[in-house]
C-alpha cells in the first residue's frame, strides 16, 4: 500500500473512531439532557450536533468543485437550537456524516494534491481534510466531556478507564508487537 493510500484508510478510521465516540457518548444520555446549555454561551449537544452537520453539508457537497463555505449555509442558525428529540438529533447527525464519509471515501490517492477552497482560501485537499480532522474530534471532545458531565448514573467509559491504565498496559506489551490503526482495537472493545 503506497503512502497516499495508507493516508486515506488511515484518515477514514480516525473519523469513524471519533463518530463512534460521539454516538456512544449521546446513547448514554437521557434524551432531555441533549438539550441543556448551561449558560448563553454553552451550547448544548443538540447544537453542537447542529453545527457538526452543518459543517460538514458545507464543506463535502460537491467538495471538488465548489467552495466549502456554501452561500446556502446558515452558519448562525447551526446556534440557534431548532431540534425537540434525540431521534432528530441522529438524524441531523447521520446526515453531516453520511455526506462526508462518502465524499472521504470517494476520493482517490491522486486527488490529494489538487486544490479545493474554503471561503475562497486554497487547501490541498489533504490540508482540507487534515482541517476537518481537528475540527471534528475538538467537538465530539466537548459531546463527550459535556455527556460526562450530565449523565445521572454510572458512566461507561470511552476510553481506558480511570484507575486502569496499568493494566491496560500490561496487557498491550503482553502482546506481540504489531502493525495496526489502534482504531481497530478500540472498534471492538466499545461495541
Partial sequence: MN???SYLESVKKQFLYYKMLG???IEQLEPEQLFVS???DTNSIAVIVKHLSGNML???TDFLTTDGEKETRNRDGEFENDLTTKEEVFDVWNKG???FLDTLESLKPEQLSEIIYIRNEGHTVIEAINRQLAHY???VGQIVFYAKQLKRSEWDSLSIPKNKSNSYNANKFAQEK????FTEEEFRRLK
Fill in 23 to 25: 454516538e456512544k457518548a
Fill in 3 to 5: 503512502a497516499t493510500n
Fill in 38 to 40: 448551561v449558560n448563553e
Fill in 58 to 60: 458545507s464543506r463535502w
Fill in 97 to 99: 456524516w453520511k455526506c
Fill in 178 to 181: 504489531s502493525i495496526k490503526n
Fill in 137 to 139: 474530534p475538538y467537538h
